[in-house]
């Protein structure tokens, strides 16, 4: 049952944020008697669509054990508690998967269902659910997003040729993985040479552009504004959902230019670069919970050389460039010493038609 929640949960992905994704099972005399998600944020949770289920379906809900892959909540947001509801339902169990990761909240959703004469058994699955909301969980703690570093390159590590060339490396059935986690995410960052290289459109595509409530937020990191004016970013159809993310230094016309086609952060600097850290708080108090990273070598040795990166989604193909000037996945100066070394762990290995996905947590310094 609980793996049927966790399905469930899974149908409204790339939808709920800056919520999690939820999903319910309520069941009565070994039977499915109503079932449930959350659709996205402001929009009843599991639990109430669960219940409302088995309502439109003719059950009464009293008595029955409740499925839910995330502990039911306990406070007032953008609708009543869960708990309540569950309470007044009249259900006799309550089995849960994931504990709330806010500390203010978590287990107080389960003591108040206990206090209520409702059995509860809390960890069924815990991994499986904890890993669905990583993202959530990391933001709802921190206030910054989940940050994940996306790469696809050849076997000896180049993203393109000397020559800039770079479509395509890998096969289809990487790309349509790659396109899942950008549609999983909230925003996502590249470099200005990137821009610069590939004019890119950074957009959601294929079967998840459908299933998203709101544009992908497109962010450049620009120091000196040096962004074309005629650059897709600044002038397609979701040119509002782009921010142009520059220095004090860039160049105030070209400034006062941006901002009346698209968004523009000032930011400060830092040894001579845009103060990340700085840049992931603010993201951070603008509810983007998930940012990838598919910046060029220098961008992404930027976030993973510096502690900024929590995951790595590296895309192999099975195949060699070569090149002393063909750009690498990682540049940057690189480390001076093997302690220093990024580390990665949880690792997984997924095989793609020929192609390898390495997917992995960055393990903290």
């Keep these: 049952m609980m793996r049927r ?4 949960a899974q149908r409204a992905y790339g939808a709920t944020s800056p919520n999690p994704m939820v999903g319910a099972v309520l069941v009565k005399a070994g039977k499915i008697i109503g079932e449930g998600w959350h659709h996205r944020a402001g929009l009843p949770h599991a639990e109430i669509e669960a219940l409302r289920d088995a309502e439109r379906k003719g059950h009464n809900p009293k008595g029955a054990t409740f499925y839910v892959t995330l502990e039911p909540c306990s406070t007032h947001g953008r609708t009543p508690p869960c708990s309540d509801a569950l309470i007044k339902a009249g259900i006799k169990r309550l089995v ?20 209520a004469k409702i059995a509860v058994t809390s960890g069924v699955l815990e991994t499986e659910c ?4 990583e993202a959530f969980n990391h933001w709802i703690i921190h206030r910054t997003p989940f940050v994940i570093v996306k ?3 050849s076997l000896d590590g180049r993203i393109a040729t000397k020559t800039g060339e770079s479509k395509w490396i890998t096969n289809d059935k990487s790309r349509a993985v790659g396109m899942k986690i950008r549609a999983g995410s909230d925003a996502i960052i590249v470099g200005i040479n990137t821009v610069l290289r590939d004019n890119p459109s950074l957009t959601v595509r294929g079967e998840y552009a459908s299933k998203r409530t709101f544009p992908l937020r497109r962010i450049v990191l620009d120091p000196s504004a040096r962004i074309q004016l005629d650059a897709k970013l600044l002038i397609d159809e979701f040119k509002t959902a782009t921010t142009v993310v520059v220095s004090g230094s ?3 016309r070209k400034i006062e230019t941006l901002r009346k086609r698209v968004n523009v952060i000032v930011a400060p600097e830092r040894r001579g670069k845009i103060d990340i850290r700085w840049l992931l708080k603010k993201l951070g108090q603008e509810n983007v919970t998930q940012l990838l990273i598919e910046g060029g070598g220098e961008t992404n040795a930027h976030f993973l050389l510096n502690g900024f990166a929590h995951r790595v989604a590296f895309f192999f193909a099975p195949i060699v ?3 002393r000037e ?4 990682v540049g940057g100066d690189g480390i001076l010493k093997l302690e220093d070394k990024i580390v ?5 290995w997924h095989s793609l038609g020929g192609d390898l996905l390495l997917n992995a947590r960055v393990k903290a310094r």
């Design 5 to 8: 929640a966790l399905k469930l």
């Design 96 to 115: 849960t998967g994931a504990i709330d990761s806010n500390p203010t909240h978590a287990g107080n959703g389960l003591k108040i269902l206990q206090r």
């Design 130 to 133: 904890t890993r669905l909301n």
């Design 151 to 153: 790469s696809a390159m």
């Design 250 to 252: 860039a160049p105030k």
């Design 321 to 323: 460039i070569g090149g």
């Design 326 to 329: 063909a750009p690498r996945a």
């Design 344 to 348: 990665l762990e949880d690792v997984e």
